[in-house]
Structure formats: C-alpha cells, structure tokens
C-alpha cells in the first residue's frame, strides 16, 4: 500500500511538472528526483543562440578587402558601415533589456534573430555605401544590440543565484565558439571569390536558432515553477515593466551620478577598441597587408576563439573566487602588453611568435566580461542587467571608434603599425582605472 501511495505521488508530481503554467500561477511545483535543474537548459539554450548569432560577428573583418576590390570603396567608408555596427550594438542593449523586463526574453530574442537575417540577406543586392550602411550597419546592428552580452546577464540574473560567474563566462564564450565555427568556412567562401554566399549563411544561420528560442527558452524560473538555480526560496515572477526605453534611460541617468559607472564604462570601451573594433575588424587585412592568405589570417582568428571559451570561463571561475577588480586590472595590463609586440609578429606565413601571440591574446579577449558583470551586481543589483546594458554601450561605442579610425590610419599611414601601439598605452590605462574601482560601501540585493 505505502509503494502504491508513493508511486501515485510520484505521477502527480510529474504530471504537475509538465503541465502548462498560466500567467496568474506562480505556486512551486514539487521538486523531481534525478532532474538537472531547467536552469541549465535554459543556460544551454542561450549559449547554442549565442553560438549561432555568432556567425554575423565574424564577417564585417572579411569583407572589407572584397567590398573595397568589386566597388572601389575606400577602406574609411566600409569601416563606417562596420563602425555604424558596432555601435547600435551596444547603444541597443540597455533598451534590450529593459524589453525583455516588459515582453519576456523569448520574444525579444526571436525578434531580433529575425531582424539580423533580414539585415544580412538584404546586403546581397546592395549596389551603393548608403545601402551597407542600412543593412548591416543599422539592421544588423540593432538585431545584434538585442543579443548582446545583457542577454547573458539577463538569463544569469534570472536563473541564477549561484555559478554566476561560471554561468556569464560560459555564455561569453559562445560568441567566441561561433568565430571558431563559422569564421573559416566564411573565409573561404570570401577567398572563392563571391562574399555574397557567406551573407547568406549569416542569414540562414540566424533564422536556425529561431525554433530553438521560441521553443524551449522560457523568461522566467517561475514560469516552470521552479526556484533559481541554488536559490533557498521560491522567487515570483515579477509583472511587466511598462515604459522599457523610460527605465533603460532612468537607470542610465541613476548610475551615472556613480563613479564606479564612469571607471567600468572606461575600461569596457577600452575591451571593445582592443578586440572588436582593432583585432576582430582590421586583423585580416593587416595581416593580408604582410602577404599572409585570408583563410590562414583568419584562421588565427578562429584559434582566438578557440582559446577565448578557455579564458572566458575560466575568468567566471576566477570571478566567483577572487576579487574582480583586480582582475581586470590583470587581464588589461596583459592585453597592453601583447599589442605593444604584434607590429613585430606579421609576417606572410604563420610562425609560433605569432601563435604564441593568439593563444595569449585569445585567453584574454572577453576574459574581462565575467569580472565586469559581477561589479555591475556589486553596485546595481536589480538594475545591474540593464547597466551592463550601457557599460556594453561604451564598449562598443569604444569598437566603432576604432573600427573607423583603424580604416581611416590604414589609407592615411599605409598600415597599422600606429593603431597597434596606440591600443596597447589605452589597454594600459583601462588596468588602473580597474584599480581605482572602489567595493560598495552597503550590500545590493540581485
């Protein structure tokens, strides 16, 4: 009778388990033995949509040679459109996050794949600068600011309240897992002699990850009827936030009267002119300038990738144990040091002080995010999503800058030599304004 009683329990549980929860429930459901916690899932979801967004992230450093040879366009005007890019990114994100507070993660995120796709198919037809600057510039750009890194703050926020750290480097590093993947096969369309098949699988490769957001991302632990992950209690699901552009700008104007706001917006737009806007852009043609093959070039790029998943979640690890601010000031003044060396290392072929160079440089190219992240938390708790959202703004204000200005010195000064170096004193700069991060005076509650 008693295994009778309990096997019956046991049924109701499941049967509680799946089915579907309405708005208006917000009861915990009875806990599953031998469960991986739906945190996990949903952090498994996040990162193959990451994965898959990465590819329009690897291609605007492979164009500019190609745009430049079938249209004539100067290197300053190809490196505006990517700049427009890299700017909407970030200036996109607070406002994203705040839309995902108002109409849920899924939506949010769909839409905006939708919107890259659109962006990227479009560029095939494109005859004139003004129609880059359209396409991938503002539509790209906006779809991307939608799947910026405050989507990964957003789903750690959420779903977690242990393994933050390691949760926010593991999300990082799928962007970079999609430059591993994508960046090669991109590279040798390009090199086949058409970029236009490599826009389109931008394209299709976005609309790919659509079924899985709108199928098995869900907004909310409550909304299965779970607690977050390593949470003691069972945490409601709050209602919508009206007025999303009016909360990303109040915060902003909030956080902003705060100096730790002015240092991580610093040191972030610093991240974003060393790696985005110099490296990811200008690698490829810097290095096709000292005679090295696009796919080997950007092949280098992919080991970045490669060593960047390591880096990056092992800075989460790192995060979870050891005080950010440091570490930041660690992987900056790293970071300074590498670039000071790269106008010695370009050379037609692949040599191992160059590869020493990626592997270095590729552990610490968003290595800097989960440290980042966390003093964010620190200091804002439950708006730290959306400032993240901002200090994203600077770093990718910080990407166009250079993205442009790194076009502009390679038709002015005939190389990059002058960018290089010019990256490595900011990089030294961002480590001390690391240092002067001072720790919240009172605790905020995430």
């Given at each position: ?19 579907p929860?309405?708005?208006?429930d ?6 599953r ?16 949509t ?12 492979l164009?500019?040679?190609?745009l ?10 190809i ?22 507070d ?5 939506r ?15 560029t ?15 539509l ?10 405050a ?19 593991i ?12 960046l090669?096969v ?25 079924p ?10 409550a909304?299965?009827g ?11 699901k ?22 730790p ?6 040191t ?42 390591v880096?990056t ?52 190219w ?24 901002w ?42 304004m ?12 995430a």
């Amino acid at each position: 009778m008693t295994q009778t009683t309990e096997a019956a329990e046991a049924a109701e549980a499941a049967e509680a388990a799946d089915a579907p929860r309405t708005a208006d429930d917000q009861s915990p459901l009875p806990p599953r033995r031998g469960r991986i916690h739906r945190a996990w899932l949903v952090a498994a979801v996040a990162f193959v949509t990451i994965l898959g967004a990465a590819a329009f992230r690897s291609l605007p450093g492979l164009l500019i040679d190609p745009l430049h040879e079938e249209f004539g366009w100067s290197r300053g005007t190809i490196a505006a459109a990517v700049s427009v890019n890299l700017a909407l990114y970030g200036l996109t994100a607070p406002f994203a996050a705040a839309l995902m507070d108002r109409f849920g993660i899924r939506r949010v995120v769909a839409v905006a794949l939708m919107v890259i796709a659109l962006g990227s198919g479009l560029t095939v037809w494109m005859t004139a600068p003004w129609q880059l600057l359209l396409c991938w510039g503002l539509l790209v750009g906006l779809g991307t600011g939608s799947m910026a890194l405050a989507f990964a703050a957003t789903v750690t926020n959420r779903w977690f309240t242990e393994r933050r750290g390691l949760v926010t480097g593991i999300l990082t590093a799928a962007s970079a897992s999609g430059q591993l993947i994508f960046l090669p096969v991109l590279a040798l369309m390009v090199e086949a002699g058409d970029w236009r098949p490599a826009a389109v699988t931008v394209a299709l490769a976005a609309l790919a990850v659509v079924p899985f957001v709108w199928l098995l991302l869900r907004d909310h632990p409550a909304d299965v009827g779970q607690k977050p992950y390593g949470a003691k209690e069972f945490v409601p699901k709050p209602p919508p936030t009206p007025g999303a552009a009016r909360r990303a700008v109040k915060v902003l104007f909030s956080a902003a009267r705060t100096g730790p706001f002015w240092l991580l917006a610093g040191t972030f737009a610093i991240c974003g002119a060393s790696t985005n806007g110099l490296i990811q852009t200008h690698f490829v043609p810097a290095a096709h300038d000292h005679g090295m093959p696009v796919p080997a070039a950007a092949s280098l790029l992919a080991v970045i990738g490669l060593f960047d998943v390591v880096g990056t979640i092992a800075s989460g690890w790192l995060t979870d144990r050891f005080e950010s601010r440091r570490l930041l000031a660690v992987y900056y003044a790293l970071r300074g040091i590498s670039l000071l060396f790269l106008p010695m290392l370009l050379a037609p072929s692949v040599h191992p002080p160059m590869l020493f160079f990626i592997v270095f440089y590729g552990l610490d190219w968003v290595a800097t995010v989960p440290p980042t992240v966390a003093l964010c938390r620190e200091h804002y708790g439950e708006d730290s999503a959306i400032v993240f959202g901002w200090v994203l703004a600077s770093h990718q204000v910080g990407a166009a800058l250079v993205a442009f200005l790194g076009g502009v010195a390679r038709d002015v000064f005939g190389s990059y030599d002058v960018v290089w170096l010019a990256s490595g004193a900011l990089c030294a700069a961002a480590a001390l304004m690391a240092l002067v991060i001072r720790r919240p005076t009172v605790a905020v509650t995430a």
